[in-house]
């Protein structure tokens, strides 16, 4: 994964006088990412996409209670107000090169796997970022914390990849250059995307 480099402030200086005293107080470093509980704050979760944002405030405390799913927010400083959320799951995929039904990887697994009936794999599920909290790096730290915690999933049980569905062809594009990311060779929108465990063990060790 890729580590921030410092600030250049020849290229900094005109975005920071634009920038409100709410803007230039923020500090990244004060958010914190942990399992959703009873003590978290939804209701008053905005997002621009209406599907993430009734989620986090209609169904991610009742799925997450019941073991569906596991939903971690991420907070500023002591507030337990929620800015930012995504969910994991298990899942598992049916993979083979002989099979025209299933997903495909690539080459080199679609063979590994031909004698396979379903490979499984953690799903990540609606990473949402509140609306005045957007582009200030929250969604990477949690693509961070999703693509960490699945790296710990992989040390007790099997599994081949981090899997998710991309909203949009931006951001899918953006999984695929900031994390490496792959798309599924076949599926109905050409935004199923994969991050091979090996890649995040790779990357979890730097």
Known sequence: MQKSTGADNSTKEPALVSASQEELAFNLDAIRIEPLSSEHRRGAFVCTNQTIQNYCRNNARKNNDAFMVR????????????????????TSYKLGAKDESALHLDN??????????????????MIGIHADYQSRGIGKLLMMDAIQRTAKIAQH?????????????????????????????????????????????????E
């Open 71 to 90: 939903v971690f927010v991420a907070c500023y400083g002591t507030s337990q107000d929620v800015i930012g959320y995504y969910y994991l799951s298990l």
């Open 108 to 125: 080199t697994s679609d063979a590994k796997f031909e004698r396979v009936e379903a490979v499984p794999a953690v799903y990540l599920g």
């Open 157 to 205: 049980a099997g599994l081949y990849a981090l899997t998710l569905d991309a909203l949009d062809r931006k951001v899918a594009t953006y999984y695929k250059d900031k994390f490496g990311f792959q798309t599924f060779k076949e599926g109905d929108t050409g935004l199923e995307m994969f991050l091979p465990i090996k890649t995040i063990m790779d990357a979890v060790k």
